[in-house]
């Protein structure tokens, strides 16, 4: 299943995803309003049997939301292909190097990611993102894939010189509006292999990032296991996986996002966030 958060008509909700547009669960599953909360009473076969359904919205007439609008947790990994280890410098690590995001850093597809005022250096981070569906503390690797309910895109977006003014990522990773997040998760049932699916980022049609998931430093099994150890993953927390190489810092000259600009990343087997590029409003 391919499932939405999103706004119509000024009510946010979330649903199920066909060709013919998106059945509203919100709408329809009263007792689970949003989808973090369908996930955390395990209840993803009450939206299978959805999918029939007739449409409530056609996909071009509803706002997407980030795919989990509310995470409890958002932790990104850190320089986790070994393109991005290369061009960025750093060894490799023995233990992911994890950031985190806090939720209003993130827009849904369609929705402007924003520069801020404060820097030039906006930098595009194609991505995927693994949306936990069962909670689990020291989660092995052999169940990890138990707790993932599925995948969505990502593009952490990084205002680099602020993520640079220390060791600490943080303040580069949280500006409002700078991550995206979508445009939906598509279950597991549908991605068996998640390693043979291909992550591409593009800046104005032009692509600029390219690489296979199984190029992953740590995969998502280790992840689960690593992150599960010191908290318990709950339902609809995000684990983003890390980004390749091919980022705009490390060009020459180096390549920001811009004000007009629309940037696309794509996993194959998921789909196609994509944001156009705007600068903050003047207040």
């Known amino acids: ?49 959805l999918q029939g359904e ?8 509803v706002e997407l939301l980030p795919t989990i609008p509310d995470p409890d947790k958002i932790f990104c990994i850190g320089v986790n292909y070994a393109t991005h280890l290369a061009e960025s410098g750093h060894p490799t690590p023995p233990h992911p190097m994890i950031f985190t995001r806090f939720a209003n850093s993130q827009v849904g597809a369609g929705q402007p990611m924003i520069r801020p005022p404060e820097s030039e250096r906006f930098d595009f981070e194609g991505e995927m993102a693994v949306i936990i569906g069962k909670a689990g503390r020291r989660i092995s690797r052999e169940a990890a894939f138990d707790h993932v309910a599925g995948y969505a895109c990502y593009n952490d977006g990084s205002i680099r010189d602020w993520q640079r003014h220390t060791s600490q990522f943080a303040p580069g990773k949280n500006f409002v509006g700078t991550g995206g997040f979508g445009p939906w998760m598509v279950t597991t049932d549908e991605l068996t292999d998640i390693a043979a ?59 920001w996002m811009k004000d007009g600009d629309t940037v696309e990343v794509e996993v194959t087997g998921i789909g196609v966030l994509r944001n156009p590029v705007k600068n903050e409003a003047a207040r």
Do not use: W
């Open 197 to 255: 699916q291909t992550l591409i980022t593009r800046l104005n049609g032009q692509e600029v990032q390219k690489a296979p998931i199984s190029d992953l430093v740590f995969d998502v099994p280790a992840l689960l296991a690593y992150c599960s150890t010191f908290t318990e993953l709950v339902p609809g927390d995000v684990i983003v996986t890390g980004t390749t190489g091919g980022v705009g810092a490390y060009r020459t000259p180096p390549l």
């Open 1 to 49: 299943m391919k499932i939405a958060s999103f706004k119509a008509a000024g009510r946010a909700s979330y649903g199920v995803v066909t060709d013919g547009g998106v059945v509203d669960a919100g709408k329809r599953l009263p007792d689970h309003p949003t989808l973090k909360r369908l996930l955390a009473t395990g209840s993803l076969d009450m939206l299978r049997k």
């Open 54 to 61: 007739k449409t409530d919205h056609a996909l071009a007439d």
